[in-house]
């Protein structure tokens, strides 16, 4: 039982062939203890079984404070066991939906405050010497910085840090979508979070258009799987009157991964901008933005980058959009792509001019409005610096394995009951590289809300979506094989109980 033989053969788009024995715990224990990234796992906050139920939980300490000092802020700090007991830690499977705190998140945040308190507005241009921040106005680019490899940017240049998820996709589509007469449409996927869903209407609408007219929805087959030869034809169906092509990274719904530097390619020699939602793909899977040619991309970083609730969200353009030159007119001015402009898009060189001609940054940065929260900033700032120490092969190298072990013991439930009518189905694509950390279960009518109760009642922590899907995601960074053992043990209970 070699971890490094399974993740092989998993990036090859091969599922491996666990034996027998892999129905153990002991199984499961010994693939832990090959982990290369066990050491997170104490990296982070997570829910015991015991706070889930506290109305007024024990504040929990970080694990170093500024300075390097350590912080109590309790009398009682998490516990680090992982049993039974109601002192456990969870059994948390919702990193897509929020991911685990980061103890990191508390030092920063400190960070912040002691020098928003100590010299109160040169914090701006200032970083105090024994501060892991950098001055507040340089903290979007600091993690962007961090945020290039998690994307696959060629460069800072080609990721900005602002906003929210959504209000990135209406600031991008205001400069990427320029319907005319010829091309108006947008190719969507049939079922995108209602968010994008909302968005791409009201963008329509935005330019007088009928979104019954312009907004192309990719039909999935019944199995709810959308190939990738369904999306071309989509394409070459309405390449002539297409502006714009804008699909999730990964489809949140089912889990299913798409091809994204085919698909890209394929849209573009047809002279089709794309745009990615990469919500539930950023910090899951690898990405290489720049090298497959993607227009622009948005993305959270709550989910699989932790930074917690409504965090702070993230956006790259394509270098090719972002240049900024002086006119060629010799009249004073620039060229640059149209977009809404704000004060902080302004180039950091005449920001402080207060000048009224808009002069934008270069690159991605170019598309700021105003200066971001620095309390935001600061938690995103420790999540990243986590995740720069174990690194996206590494992440997804464990994720691919992880859910190929869960994959092939709920697929054991399902061999053991040999019912007419089978109590679940996996929707998520079997094919390894055609998902991340996640499988969606849907779940026979009528069975949701129960399987849901037995589960929280047993300490497991993970998402359903009505009417009958459970999405189950097994983080890389915070979650073990034990912890896809037990879930599966409560989940064939709480089954047999329904």
Known sequence: MDMNHFTNHLRQGKTPAFSLGAKTLKFAQDLDRQDELAEFRDQF?????????????????????????????????????????????????????????????????????????????????TALDDSPLVSWQDMAEDCARKSVDIVGASSTSEVIIMNTLTANLHLLMASFYRPNQQRHKII?????????????????????????????????????YLSTQTILSTIDAHADSTALLLLPGIQYYTGQLFDIPLITCYARERGIVVGW?????????????????????????????????????GAFVHERHGTVAPNPDGEGGFSYRHRLAGWYGCDKKVRF???KDFQPTPGAAGF????????????????LEVFGKAGMKRLRSKG??????????????????????????????????ERGSQLSLLLRPGLLEKVRRMLVENGVVCDAR?????????????????????????LRSALRET
């Not at 009398?75 to 990193?95: E, K």
Request: charged share 20%; with cysteine.
């Open 45 to 125: 906050n997570l829910p015991t079984r015991a706070s889930l139920k506290q109305k007024s939980p024990k504040p929990q300490p970080a694990s170093n404070g500024v300075n390097g000092h350590h912080h109590t802020n309790g009398d009682h700090p998490q516990s680090s066991g992982d049993g039974d007991g109601d002192d456990a830690r969870s059994i948390y499977f919702v990193g897509n939906s929020l991911g685990a705190q980061p103890k990191l998140v508390r030092e920063h945040l400190d960070a912040h405050l002691n020098t928003w308190a100590n010299i109160g507005v040169n914090g701006h241009f």
């Open 188 to 224: 969507l996927e049939w079922r995108p979070f209602p968010s994008d869903w909302y968005a791409i209407q009201t963008q329509i609408q935005w330019h007088g258009l009928d979104p019954s007219t312009s907004m192309v929805e990719i039909q999935p087959s019944p199995s709810l």
């Open 277 to 313: 939602d990469l919500a539930h793909a950023a910090g899951n899977v690898e990405l290489q933005l720049h090298d497959w040619d993607v227009d622009f991309a948005v993305w959270c970083t709550y989910k699989y980058l932790n930074a917690g609730p409504g965090a702070i969200a």
């Open 353 to 355: 001019n207060m000048d």
């Open 368 to 383: 700021q409005l105003s200066n971001p929260s620095v309390v935001d900033l600061a938690s995103l700032s420790a999540a």
């Open 400 to 433: 691919l394995v992880l859910t190929a072990y869960l994959e092939w013991l709920l697929e054991g439930i399902l061999d053991e009951d040999g019912k007419e009518d089978e109590d679940f189905r996996i929707i998520t694509p079997r094919n390894p590289m």
């Open 466 to 490: 009505k009417p009958d899907v459970i999405r189950v995601a097994p983080v890389p960074m915070y979650c073990r094989f034990e912890d896809a053992w037990r879930f599966v043990q409560i």
